[in-house]
């Protein structure tokens, strides 16, 4: 499978940016889809993950209200769109695919890196104060 990553930019403070990913080589819809960032220095953490169906999102606590993941099985795409952002978003954004299950009476995602098993190259999204 391949996962191609988009973009990403610079944004000033309070601006937004959807960022994209397009999945090639693989069954999509089986699989969870997640955002995982990474910033300078840190640990790469989780964002957001969507469900196969679309039907079921979660978010890291700090980027919820201001983040929104959604995907389109039929093209094979994944996106987040963010808004309200702020310096401390500042990262390299990736997309990746799980084989956990989400939804359908599993309510938390997989939220570990190591839980992910094909990632995007990543994008980098900078937000200035």
């Known amino acids: 499978v391949q996962l191609q990553a988009s973009g990403g930019g610079m944004v000033q403070a309070g601006g937004s940016l959807r960022l994209s990913c397009a999945a090639s080589?693989?069954?999509?819809?089986?699989?969870?889809l997640g955002w995982l960032r990474q910033a300078p220095g840190k640990e790469r953490e989780f964002v957001a993950a969507?469900?196969?169906?679309?039907?079921?999102?979660y978010y890291a606590d700090s980027v919820k209200d201001r983040f929104t993941i959604s995907r389109d099985n039929a093209k094979k795409m994944v996106y987040l769109r963010m808004n309200n952002l702020k310096p401390e978003d500042t990262a390299v954004y990736y997309c990746?695919?799980?084989?956990?299950?989400?939804?359908?009476?599993?309510?938390?995602?997989?939220?570990?890196?190591?839980?992910?098993?094909?990632w995007g190259q990543g994008t980098l999204v900078t937000v200035s104060s």
């Open positions: 080589g693989r069954t999509f819809s089986d699989y969870t």
């Open positions: 990746a695919t799980s084989p956990r299950p989400y939804g359908w009476g599993v309510s938390i995602p997989p939220l570990s890196s190591h839980e992910y098993d094909y």
């Open positions: 969507i469900s196969r169906s679309g039907s079921s999102t």
